[in-house]
């Protein structure tokens, strides 16, 4: 099949086909799946029109009904992947995959644009966050993808701006008001989200970034004090003690 023959209709039965329930039934997609479908077809068909390998979106009208969120939601797993392969794929570490690592480390966009590379504890995959109106200074774990990027993109900074307690991650080093800054910041998460098709979801914001990091973070917590208590009611016993690390981790900042 040639990309021209990519109709709205076939990209239609692929969004909405049918797949298995978890008994193995062959059952109606779940609409967060659809979504995520429609979304992938989405970032290639842009993708193919940013290379000039078509000028098509069979997406345009496809009509899904919206997740029963209210408000704001956090982006889903398969969404978070889509986010950091676009936040990686450049020539050069920018800003846009700074912004995407810190937020799915945890940060919000009131303090990402405060961070700077003296933040960062790269021995210990962790970053410290200076807190906001509504949240407490902190530190916040890194995963291996966000640890790398940052690595990078402080590499990059520093040739440019080699004092490290100005050179920030996420925003231009130039002086600038909280507002100003916290601006950049959605703008930057904002690019990425309509780079994988979320743009057009009114419950999806740079806040999606930072609920949907720290969920599967609490998944990943939970999955492993579950092992190690050998106990089904992981849950529990991860989140209390999710509880006493967090209160732990809110030690002073890193020196510069």
């Known amino acids: 099949m040639l990309l021209s023959d990519v109709s709205s209709d076939i990209a ?118 200076h807190g906001a109106r509504k949240y407490d200074p902190r530190w916040c774990r890194l995963d291996a993808w966000s640890r790398h990027v940052l690595a990078e993109r402080a590499s990059h900074v520093l040739a440019q701006h080699p004092d490290k307690s100005t050179a920030r991650l996420a925003v231009s080093c130039a002086p600038a008001p909280d507002p100003a800054l916290q601006a950049r910041t959605c703008v930057a998460l904002r690019d990425l989200l309509r780079r994988i098709g979320l743009d057009g979801e009114p419950d999806v914001t740079p806040a999606s970034v930072t609920t949907g990091g720290s969920r599967g973070r609490a998944r990943r917590c939970c999955a492993v004090r579950g092992r190690r208590a050998g106990v089904c009611d992981s849950g529990v016993r991860a989140g209390a003690w999710g509880i006493r690390r967090c209160r732990q981790a809110r030690a002073r900042p890193p020196s510069v």
């Open 12 to 129: 239609e039965d692929f969004v909405n086909a049918k797949g298995r329930s978890r008994h193995g039934h062959v059952s109606d997609s779940a609409v967060a799946t659809r979504l995520v479908r429609r979304s992938v077809l989405r970032t290639a068909f842009r993708t193919l029109r940013e290379l000039g390998l078509s000028n098509q979106d069979p997406t345009r009208d496809i009509v899904l009904p919206t997740r029963s969120h209210e408000g704001v939601r956090p982006l889903t797993e398969d969404e978070a992947v889509l986010l950091r392969h676009h936040a990686a794929y450049a020539t050069r570490p920018t800003r846009h995959a700074a912004a995407a690592a810190l937020a799915l480390a945890g940060g919000h966009s009131g303090e990402i644009g405060h961070s700077v590379v003296a933040d960062l504890d790269l021995p210990r995959s962790r970053v410290w966050m």
